[in-house]
C-alpha cells in the first residue's frame, strides 16, 4: 500500500492552480462494481447493437441482477459462459465462441454491431478477442460489424466500461474531410430525453451540426476530423477522448453539465468556440437556466451547510462535489475518485472548496476518515451503503447518478433531489 501526500497538508490554502492542489492517492483493497455494468446503460443507447459478455457465471448473474427488468421484445445483450472445460484449456475457446455467435445472428438478424465484451475470467485465460472480432468481422460484414473491448473489474471501476466501449468505437467512425465544416460532437451516453434538449439548445444557440457519440443507432456514427470539436458529458471518458483527439477532433474544455451553473458553462464553451455573441448566449440560456435554478431553490433548505464524504465510485465525484458546494451550498470533507485526470476535472477542482481530494481506495483507512468525519451524506458505492447505514450514517448509492437522467438544466432539480431524498428519509425515520 502506498499513500501520497498528507491529510495534514490539505488544509492549507487552494493552491493556485487545480494541478497544484495535493492529492492523498492510496492503493489498497477497493469496492466498486467492474466494467461490465456499462452495458446497462449502453446496450438501452445503440439500438441495433449487442454486448456479448465472454465470461463467467457470476458475470452472467451480475449483469442480470444490475440490468433488472428487460423492457424490450428482445434482449441486447448475453453472456457466453466460459465453462470449466474452457477455463482449464481442454476446449477451443475461438471454436466455441463463432459457434455462440452463429447461433445468436441465426436467431436475431437484425443486430448490426455486436460487441465483444472481455470479461475477468477471458483475460486471465488471456483469449484474444480482438483477434476473434476481426474473425467474426470478416465473416459477417457488411451485414455486421465485431468490436470488442474490456468490462473486466481487474484494476478498474464501472464507469471505464463505458470508456472502453466508446473509445473501441471511434475507429468505427468514417474520417470528415480537412475542408469539412465545423461540426460538434458530444461524448457520452445520454438518455435520449436529454439528447433532445441539448439538442434544441444547441440549435437555438446557432450551432447546426451536432452529433452525439454513441449514436442511438450504429450506422449513425458522425464522422471525425481536424474540424470536429467534442465536448464531453462524462468526466469518465478519457481514453474516448484520446483516440478522438488522435483522430483530430480538439476537445472543449469545460465543467461538466450538471445543475444550472454547469450546464451554462458547458453549452458556453461551445457557443465561443462557434463566436457567438454572449447577448445571443444569455437570451437562449437565460430561460433554462432560471427554471433551473428555481428547480435547485426548493432543495437548498435541505442541502445547505450539510456535509458530504465520497467514496471513489464513479469518477464523477468531483463534478458532483462541485455541483453540491457551489449550487447548493453543501460542504464537502472527501471527494473521493478512483481515478483523477486533472485534464479533464481541472475545471471542477477549481471550484471544489477546501476538500481533501484523493485518488484510488484503501477501504479501511478511508472509513476511519469517514467515521471520523461523520458527514450528513456518504455517496458511495452498494457494498458500503448498508454497512455505514447499520452505523447511523445517511447514504447515496453512487451508481443511481449515473443510472438516472441527471445532465443539464431541465434535470438540475432532479439532481438534486437525488442527494436530499437520503436525508428527508433519515429524517423521517427519527421521528
Ligand atoms: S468481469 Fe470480473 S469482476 Fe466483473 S462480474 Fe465478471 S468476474 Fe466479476
Not at 482449464?88 to 438478424?109: F, I, K, M, S, Y
Not at 439548445?201 to 443507432?217: E, K, M, Q, T, W
Not at 445543475?259 to 468556440?273: I, L
Not at 467514496?311 to 462535489?321: I, K, R
Request: net charge neutral; aromatic share 8%; with cysteine.
Amino acid at each position: 500500500m502506498t499513500v501520497l501526500g498528507a491529510l495534514s497538508s490539505l488544509a492549507r490554502p487552494a493552491p493556485a492552480t487545480p494541478r497544484d492542489r495535493p492529492v492523498l492517492r492510496e492503493r489498497g483493497q477497493r469496492e466498486v462494481f467492474c466494467g461490465l455494468t456499462g452495458i446497462v446503460w449502453l446496450h438501452r443507447k445503440i439500438q441495433d447493437a449487442f454486448f456479448l459478455v465472454v465470461g463467467s457465471r457470476t458475470c452472467a448473474h451480475l449483469i442480470q441482477s444490475a440490468a433488472g427488468v428487460m423492457v424490450f421484445a428482445e434482449p441486447r445483450f448475453a453472456t457466453a459462459i466460459m465453462e470449466e472445460r474452457d477455463l482449464a484449456g481442454l476446449a477451443d475457446t475461438n471454436e466455441e465462441l463463432d459457434r455462440v455467435v452463429d447461433q445468436l445472428l441465426a436467431r436475431r438478424p437484425d443486430i448490426r454491431m455486436l460487441f465483444l465484451v472481455g470479461s475477468c475470467p477471458s483475460e486471465v485465460i488471456k483469449l484474444d478477442l480482438s483477434r476473434a472480432a476481426q474473425r467474426l468481422s470478416t465473416r459477417y460484414a457488411p451485414a455486421l460489424r465485431v468490436i470488442n473491448y474490456s468490462g473486466s473489474g481487474i484494476e478498474t471501476t464501472f464507469t471505464q466500461g463505458e470508456d472502453a466501449c466508446l473509445a473501441a468505437l471511434v475507429p468505427e467512425a468514417p474520417q470528415a474531410p480537412a475542408n469539412a465544416p465545423p461540426s460538434l460532437l458530444v461524448v457520452g451516453t445520454l438518455p435520449d430525453i436529454v439528447e433532445d434538449q441539448f439538442r434544441r439548445l444547441f440549435s437555438a444557440l446557432g450551432i447546426a451540426s451536432v452529433d452525439f457519440f454513441p449514436p442511438r443507432r450504429s450506422g449513425e456514427i458522425a464522422p471525425i476530423g481536424p474540424n470536429t470539436r467534442f465536448l464531453l458529458a462524462q468526466p469518465f471518458l478519457g481514453d474516448t477522448a484520446q483516440r478522438l483527439a488522435s483522430r483530430g477532433a480538439k476537445r472543449l474544455p469545460a465543467v461538466f453539465p450538471f445543475g444550472a451553473e454547469g450546464s451554462t458553462a458547458w453549452f458556453k464553451a461551445a457557443a465561443d468556440a462557434w463566436g457567438i455573441a454572449d447577448d445571443h448566449f444569455q437570451r437562449v440560456i437565460a430561460p433554462p437556466r432560471d427554471r433551473a435554478r428555481r428547480a435547485l431553490e426548493r432543495y437548498r433548505t435541505a442541502l445547505q451547510g450539510k456535509s458530504v464524504f465520497f467514496f471513489p465510485d464513479s469518477q464523477m465525484e468531483p463534478s458532483l462535489a462541485r455541483f453540491l458546494a457551489r449550487e447548493l451550498g453543501m460542504r464537502p470533507i472527501e471527494v473521493g475518485t478512483p481515478y483523477l485526470n486533472k485534464d479533464l476535472v481541472a475545471r471542477e477542482l477549481e471550484q471544489i472548496p477546501e476538500a481533501v481530494i484523493s485518488e484510488g481506495q484503501d477501504v479501511d483507512r478511508q472509513l476511519e476518515r469517514c467515521r471520523a468525519a461523520r458527514p450528513d451524506l456518504v455517496v458511495c458505492g452498494l457494498g458500503l451503503a448498508n454497512p455505514l447505514e447499520a452505523e447511523g450514517m445517511t447514504t447515496k448509492w453512487s451508481i443511481e447518478l449515473v443510472f438516472s437522467p441527471v445532465h443539464g438544466f431541465d434535470q438540475a432539480g432532479d439532481l438534486a433531489a437525488l442527494f436530499a431524498r437520503p436525508l428527508a428519509r433519515r429524517d423521517l425515520l427519527r421521528v
